[in-house]
């Protein structure tokens, strides 16, 4: 397969994970990887509560050797913090320092970060400047399209990103206002990719292999990445890695394939954080799981009540079962 290089980091030219708050963590990203995921990302990792030791913050930054290569992903609005925060993790090593300009929710944007930075470019531009001066890897950044329909500046403001050392730009193109909603504009992909020199990652309604070989075709994109579409499926990135590769199409596991994979999963966030903890965090995980299956309805029910690893064996037996009768 055919690789590219953000700073000295050689990828496959495959599929990335997107971060996902609370789904994207050590668990998720570890079978992504066994399915094929070509870069990683960290949950959204707080630069002030890092400056500030939040133990549980540090904890978004662990990482085992089979997520490489792996970024980690800092939001903030305040250059010193997000420069400090670099400081902080480099202890863990990461491949990649991602800095999240595009993340739309109320309480990474009221303060000033996420896709409110891209009202404040020439701020924007001072963290990453800040960032890139004390960094012993490459710093990248993730946009939207930009803050509204009437002010779409994801061209100028990429432009403005790589004049401040940035190494790879990834392009989200819905506006703030749009959030995950609608449909993304992927010629905004293509513009950024024709304006800058330096890598741009594609992301936004990519379901499946075609979207992703489209998005390649469309955008000229150097590297794709996925999120929400990946929920339940981690093996999309095997799917999407085979039909690049030879246009082998649609790999689907069968009912009792998916309930091996979902136990792995649940199996790993028990092992990462503890049963109680793991399972209680698993629960969504699981319903994603059972989606769009016959007669899982009930079985996505009791998904939210979910109390024990056991409890979640003895379903998945049961809905094998039930789907080798039916």
Not at 137 to 149: E, H, L, Q, Y
Not at 275 to 296: C, H, M, P, Q, S
Request: aromatic share 8%.
């Amino acid at each position: 397969m055919e690789t590219l290089k953000i700073g000295n980091v050689e990828i496959e030219r495959c599929c990335a994970l997107s971060p996902m708050a609370s789904v994207a963590d050590r668990a998720y990203r570890t079978i992504c990887k066994e399915y094929g995921a070509s870069l990683l990302t960290s949950e959204m990792v707080s630069a002030k509560g890092l400056c500030y030791s939040s133990t549980k913050t540090e904890e978004l930054c662990s990482i085992t050797e089979i997520e490489r290569p792996y970024a980690i992903q800092l939001f903030g609005e305040e250059p010193y913090y997000m420069a400090k925060a670099v400081g902080i993790i480099k202890k863990y090593k990461p491949d990649l320092i991602d800095i999240n300009m595009g993340c739309p929710v109320p309480k990474v944007v009221n303060p000033g970060g996420g896709s409110a930075l891209m009202k404040t470019p020439e701020l924007a531009s001072d963290i990453v400047k800040a960032m890139c001066d004390v960094s012993d890897c490459p710093i990248t950044v993730k946009i939207r399209a930009g803050w509204d329909d009437e002010h779409i500046n994801a061209v100028e403001f990429a432009v403005k990103m790589e004049e401040a050392g940035a190494a790879a730009i990834a392009v989200h193109p819905r506006t703030r206002r749009q959030m995950y909603t609608g449909l993304s504009d992927w010629s905004i992909i293509r513009d950024v990719k024709q304006a800058v020199g330096v890598p741009v990652i594609g992301n936004g309604d990519v379901c499946d292999c075609f979207d992703a070989e489209r998005m390649y075709r469309e955008t000229g994109c150097d590297l794709i990445s996925l999120a929400r579409a990946s929920n339940g499926r981690p093996w999309i990135f095997k799917e999407i890695r085979d039909y690049l590769e030879d246009g082998t199409l649609n790999y689907e596991p069968s009912v009792e394939e998916r309930m091996n994979i979902m136990l792995r999963h649940v199996g790993l966030l028990v092992e990462f954080k503890g049963e109680d903890t793991g399972i209680r965090e698993a629960r969504k995980n699981v319903g994603w799981y059972f989606k769009g299956l016959r007669g899982a309805s009930t079985f996505r029910q009791r998904a939210g009540a979910l109390k024990s690893y056991d409890e979640l064996k003895i379903m998945a037996d049961e809905f094998i079962e039930l789907d080798k009768n039916a």
